[in-house]
């Protein structure tokens, strides 16, 4: 049933509050000034907005006094749960939200579901509706009826999940603010927690750049337990970091090399290098004299 509601009578839920954006009202507001409103807001029986927050704020942004509501009836005892679960569905339709963000909707969404249908796995799923309607009971697994309604992958799916539950929260704010890709935010969220926090601190309180600088302090340090990652060479014989970081730093020059040979480098600047390796070199072989005859 479609009716007309006056804008200040719908009770607005926090979860909608944090995810409004206003360039996206503006664009709304001056389309409904031109065409009208195409698609009425849903509300609950006692007027509670169910989706159809940026329609909502683009009608107030207009100085319109009322906006056309589509009711639905949810009169049971796990009305909260569903209300929730349709804000979800709404929010994950917005391409735009970060891979975080759509992971925690997509969790928090296999625990609702958990808990309306019980006894039932969370791989069988409500399926998603654009048009507005609330759960209708669909025997499809989980993870693919939400892929396929946000045109992406099942692995992506079960992805960002994996990253919305397993980072810790000083890890979560760092993935947003260093603008942490999505390979790297799965890697980090498969580590033990206590290993993602030696990363978070190396980054908010050792002065890393990124994460991957961060991961590789720490591994030369030796201070990292990665599970299923095998060691390096230097890290199984036990050496020492003076002796890890001269050979990280052997490895780096090695790969410098070839610098030499770029037609803008000078024949003076050459031939010094030359020299330099050269006594490298002798000293390295009494080195390795050394320790071969040990």
């Known amino acids: 049933m479609i009716v007309k509601i006056p804008v200040g009578e719908i009770t607005i839920g926090e979860r909608f509050r944090k995810n409004i954006d206003s360039a996206k009202v503006e664009q709304l507001a001056e389309?409904?000034?031109e065409i009208?409103?195409?698609?009425?807001?849903?509300?609950?029986t006692?007027?509670?907005l169910v989706f159809g927050m940026h329609r909502l704020e683009a009608v107030k942004l207009n100085g319109d006094t009322e906006i056309e509501c589509n009711i639905c009836s949810i009169d049971d005892e796990k009305?909260?749960?569903k209300i929730e679960l349709a804000e979800i569905d709404e929010n994950l339709m917005r391409n735009e939200l970060h891979y975080l963000d759509r992971g925690l909707h997509l969790a928090r969404r296999k625990e609702i579901y958990e808990q309306l249908y019980p006894g039932r796995t969370a791989e069988n799923s409500g399926s998603l509706k654009a048009s507005g309607e609330i759960i209708s009971y669909q025997p499809k697994p989980f993870t693919e009826d939400v892929a396929s309604r946000l045109n992406v992958s099942q692995r992506t799916v079960q992805g960002e999940i994996q990253i919305a539950k397993n980072l810790i929260p000083q890890m979560q704010q760092i993935v947003v603010e260093k603008d942490v890709g999505k390979v790297d935010?799965?890697?980090?969220?498969?580590?033990?927690p206590e290993e993602q926090k030696k990363i978070a601190d190396r980054i908010s309180i050792g002065g890393a750049g990124t994460v991957r600088t961060a991961i590789a302090e720490l591994k030369r340090e030796g201070t990292l337990d990665i599970p299923g990652e095998k060691p390096s060479r230097e890290a199984e014989l036990g050496m020492g970091e003076d002796l890890r970081?001269?050979?990280?730093?052997a490895r780096v020059l090695s790969r410098q090399l070839p610098m030499l040979f770029e037609s803008d480098v000078a024949a003076a600047q050459r031939e010094y290098v030359c020299e330099c390796l050269e006594k490298l070199y002798a000293e390295l072989k009494e080195v390795m004299s050394k320790i071969h005859s040990q």
């Open 31 to 33: 389309s409904i000034r």
């Open 36 to 44: 009208g409103l195409q698609q009425p807001v849903r509300i609950t």
């Open 46 to 48: 006692d007027k509670r």
């Open 79 to 81: 009305e909260p749960l």
């Open 185 to 192: 935010a799965l890697k980090l969220a498969r580590m033990p």
């Open 245 to 249: 970081d001269f050979l990280q730093t």
